[in-house]
């Protein structure tokens, strides 16, 4: 299904994946109203993985409507990188992502991460390692009883279904350097071993997620690569993807962070529900015909005061409002309300740029179960 989609395909828009934003229930709320091309997990050690714990695999949880996905994989371990690259294929994955561009210092700082691009050969070994593994999967892990019935529990339990005649593709997640942009360097490195995509996020390890993105970074890879070039950093809307498609001729554009609490941030449409030239709108999903969640008037307009919500603003807020809280069911479907404080994030993000947001933002920073927030949202 990647494959396809990058071959026939000239503007990729995908979600990046987030540790600890893009599970199961946030990609299913941004395919079913941004519906972006590509879905990415969050990242699981490869180590752990192998290791056959209900709680490691149940980060990969997906569903078919999220296809296509990758399953992303961290560590430094070639032999690891294999076993678990087994575990993806097996759960039925369309590809595989190897996370070597994560500027934590709990994976950084243990080689993993963007730390793999001060080793260059051992990245390489690790990229061979998952492209054997597609290559076996077939006919491996028939040894690993416990790893097979946990697979096979997961699949059914996930209603996912195994197609193995589906190409798997094995992409790289990474950055421009670690002290310093080596972007050329680095990508010719990569394309050593004909990855079948790479995304570039363009800063440095040691920029983090500080300053601007360099964006001219990604136009260089471009020009060195000979596999399809996926750009990342500071693109928070649709016109932001555009214009890096534009300044940069890459294949795809990711975006992470400025999906967070707008999931229709993917698409075309204009901003709508408010009359233009009349109000300026805060909108709870960029680019989406129910996304208006209030306005303040720049000009008073025919039957309105001036600083009031616009007309119709309670009816977009409650419209918003059931996205809010068909995120939260997810979520509880997916994981339960037991870690429901892991939720809060999400929901608190949605709220924003109008009036009364803030106190929204403070009630959500406190919910614990579906019940508050349909509370909050009544």
Known sequence: MIKNLLKNK????????????????????????????????????????????????????????????????????????????????????????????????????????????????????????????????????????????????????????????REITISIKTR?????????????????????????????FKQAYKGEADWGAIKRAVKVSKVPIIGNGDVKSFADAQKMFKQTGCSGVMIGRGAVGKPSVFRVEEKVGFKSGDIEPAVIFNNSNVSAKGACLRRQGPCQEAGKPASGWKTQISEAGKIVLEHAKLYVEYKGEKRFYEMRKHLMSYFSGFEGAKKMRVKMSKVNGLKDVARCLS
Not at 34 to 52: H, M, S, W, Y
Not at 176 to 203: C, M, Q
């Open 10 to 165: 000239k503007q990729i828009l995908a979600l990046a994946p987030m540790d600890g934003y893009t599970d199961c229930a946030f990609r299913e709320i941004v395919k079913k109203y941004g519906n972006p091309d590509l879905l990415f997990t969050e990242f699981v050690n490869a180590q752990g993985l192998i290791r056959a714990t209900d709680k490691l695999v149940d980060i990969l949880r997906y569903t078919e409507i999220q296809r296509p996905i990758a399953a992303q994989l961290f560590g430094r371990e070639p032999e690891y990188f294999y076993q678990a690259a087994l575990v993806v294929c097996k759960l039925g994955f369309d590809g595989i992502d190897i996370n070597m561009g994560c500027p934590a210092k709990n994976i950084a700082g243990k080689g993993g991460g963007a730390a793999l691009i001060r080793e260059p050969e051992l990245a390489l070994d690790i990229i061979k390692a998952v492209k054997q593994a597609v290559a076996d999967y077939r006919e491996r892990l028939s040894d690993q009883n416990d790893l097979v019935d946990l697979i096979e529990k997961k699949k059914k339990e996930w209603n996912i279904k195994e197609d193995q005649s």
């Open 176 to 204: 421009t350097g670690y002290d310093e942009d080596i972007t050329e360097e680095w990508i010719e490195t990569l394309n050593k071993v004909k990855p079948d995509f790479i995304s570039l996020h363009a800063r440095t």
